[in-house]
């Protein structure tokens, strides 16, 4: 499980709207003590997301919580980001080798060209069905303890 921490900024109709900052590398890049991944986050790191997940463990605004993503939703996703574009491609390569009379290389490239556009076209039609958008969803794992849970009683 992918997991990422966000902060809850807000509860709408059992939906959670959450912010998350982008991070590049691990503790110890960030840190700078590491391969320098913390150089690259501190030129192109920063930003803010925001996305809404359902509130499946009832948190309220200012809440830390965890959200998981299975790692076979990258898989799947990656997989079918590169490998259909890549498809096309060869595709359209393939057959403009065996239907034009001359292997004209400037034909062969268009027909490449014009492959990898479809496998692209086909890729995002793909991606906003019912099944990609269940896959790719995230959801709330934990929440984490605030600074009040761990005040002594008096």
Do not use: H
Not at 32 to 37: D, Y
Not at 55 to 77: F, K, M, R, W, Y
Not at 124 to 146: A, C, E, G, N, V
Request: overall charge neutral; aromatic content about 10%; some cysteine.
């Amino acid at each position: 499980m992918i997991e990422q921490q966000v902060t809850v900024i807000e509860i709408v109709a059992n939906k959670a709207m959450c912010r998350s900052i982008s991070r590049q590398g691990c503790a110890r890049c960030e840190a700078g003590e590491g391969c320098g991944g913390g150089v690259f986050n501190q030129l192109f790191g920063g930003k803010i997301f925001q996305l809404s997940v359902d509130n499946e463990l009832n948190a309220q605004a200012g809440d830390q919580v965890i959200l998981g993503l299975p790692e076979s939703a990258l898989t799947v996703g990656s997989l079918f980001l590169y490998l259909v574009p890549l498809l096309g491609l060869l595709f359209g390569a393939v057959i403009s080798d065996s239907l034009l009379p001359t292997s004209n290389e400037l034909w062969i490239i268009a027909f490449s060209v014009f492959g990898l556009g479809l496998g692209i076209l086909f890729v995002q039609s793909q991606l906003r069905k019912k099944f990609f958008l269940q896959l790719f969803k995230p959801t709330m794992l934990r929440t984490l303890p605030t600074v009040e849970q761990f005040k002594p009683e008096n």
